[in-house]
């Protein structure tokens, strides 16, 4: 089966972007292994307001990825190469257990909170950023689950970044 991976980016204390959406504060001087993550998935998950901060940005950059978001808006209608979806928990499920390489959990903070309590996500791989934003978008939002991880491995940059990456457990 294959597994669906939080890849994301926080600052120190706990948000994934400014009230606005702007997410100008992310380092942007290395990889920071983002290459090679996205080597490893060749399927995008995100959220409605997600999707669109990424248009903000310029041209889709997952083209090449099978691209779902997830909204509970009838009547909203994606670009690009990408399917909507309204219903969770089916898909979620048939998803995983299509062939193919692991599958990025981009976000929301909604979303993520959706797929931890349905106990969808297998991994979590968290850039923490040295820096404190004082508002904005937090990574977790409620009611949110308890939910157990198991630390798999921890890289420190010499920018101040720390990348936790975790199995979850529960």
């Known amino acids: ?10 600052s120190l204390d706990g948000y994934i972007a400014r009230t ?9 001087d290395q990889n920071y292994g983002y290459t090679k993550f996205l080597d490893s998935i060749d399927t995008v998950l ?19 990825k099978k691209s779902y978001v997830f909204t509970k808006n009838l009547d909203f209608q994606a670009t690009y190469d990408v399917e909507v979806v309204t219903h969770l928990d089916s898909f979620v499920n048939d998803l995983r257990l299509l062939e193919g390489k692991n599958i990025w959990l981009v976000g929301g903070s909604l979303l ?9 996500v297998n991994e979590v791989i968290l850039s923490v950023h040295p820096i ?11 009611p949110i689950n308890t939910t157990a991880l198991q630390l798999t491995g921890c890289q420190t940059y010499s920018s101040g970044m720390v990348q936790l990456s975790y199995d979850v457990t529960t």
Request: no cysteine; glycine share 8%; charged share 20%.
């Open 20 to 28: 606005n959406g702007d997410i100008d504060w992310l380092f942007t």
């Open 132 to 142: 404190i934003l004082g508002e904005g978008i937090p990574l977790f939002v409620n």
């Open 1 to 10: 089966m294959r597994k669906i991976v939080l890849f994301i980016a926080s």
């Open 46 to 64: 995100m959220g409605r307001k997600t999707y669109e901060q990424v248009l903000t940005f310029g041209e889709y950059p997952y083209q090449e």
């Open 112 to 120: 993520i909170r959706d797929f931890l309590n349905q106990n969808f």
